[in-house]
């Protein structure tokens, strides 16, 4: 069974700080890896998607893939209030049909 | 642009009875999916489709059923509610199977069964 894993949390950061988000999965043939963010009682949001291995910036954002290593990060720099939330890593499988999700990390940014 | 519309918002069952979670999107995606979450559990896939006419179980279909008759609808059916099936049900799609095309999510529909 293909699996995604995550610390479930919470991680708290002080205001300002940078936020590190981990994620490992088990099918090595994923090829496409999607950090959403989950506002209690919303739905997920898409932050940002990854497929190379290395990193990939979008503003305070930054993902990072490693495939050997079977692992994707996320950074979030100089964290806000706003940030806090639950973070959610999603697989692609190999062959693009299903994404399978991890439980979620939940960050707290302490003002 | 609506996106992906999921109705009811809420939605309180008794035990046995049935009902449709209704799903449309509007973006002329390929893929939907139906996933629940459970508290502290993330999502789980229920069922998907990669096109109209064609559905696949997924994850945790027991109890469940859809079809897809048209490329903007894939509605999720509960047979016989039970306590179990208590979460929240989000709908969601995505354009195709490639790299960059990622799940747009629906607002989610709270059910709960008593």
């Known amino acids: 069974q293909k699996e995604v894993e995550q610390n479930s949390g919470p991680l708290s950061v002080p205001e300002g700080a940078i936020a590190s988000l981990n994620c490992t999965y088990s099918?090595?043939?994923?090829?496409?890896f999607f950090w959403y963010r989950q506002y209690s009682g919303k739905s997920p949001e898409l932050i940002m998607f990854i497929y190379s291995n290395g990193d990939k910036e979008d503003g305070r954002f930054t993902a990072q893939l490693n495939k050997a290593s079977q692992y994707v990060s996320l950074l979030i720099r100089d964290s806000q209030p706003s940030d806090s939330a639950t973070y959610l890593c999603a697989v692609r499988d190999n062959y693009g049909q299903n994404f399978v999700f991890g439980p979620g990390t939940r960050l707290s940014v302490l003002p | 642009n609506a996106g992906v519309t999921q109705t009811p918002k809420f939605r309180i069952l008794k035990i046995g009875q049935s009902m449709t979670l209704q799903c449309a999107q509007d973006?002329?995606?390929?893929?939907m999916y139906w996933y629940r979450q459970d508290p502290g559990m993330g999502l789980k896939l229920i069922y998907y489709s990669v096109g109209a006419g064609i559905t696949d179980k997924g994850e945790v279909p027991n109890g469940y059923n859809v079809s897809r008759s048209t490329t903007e609808d894939f509605p999720l059916r509960l047979e016989l509610a039970a306590p179990s099936q208590t979460s929240v049900y989000f709908c969601?799609?995505?354009?195709?199977?490639?790299?960059?095309?990622?799940?747009?999510f629906g607002n989610g529909t709270r059910l709960t069964v008593t």
């Open positions: 099918d090595r043939g994923s090829q496409s």
């Open positions: 969601a799609s995505s354009y195709s199977s490639s790299h960059n095309s990622p799940l747009h």
């Open positions: 973006m002329n995606h390929n893929y």
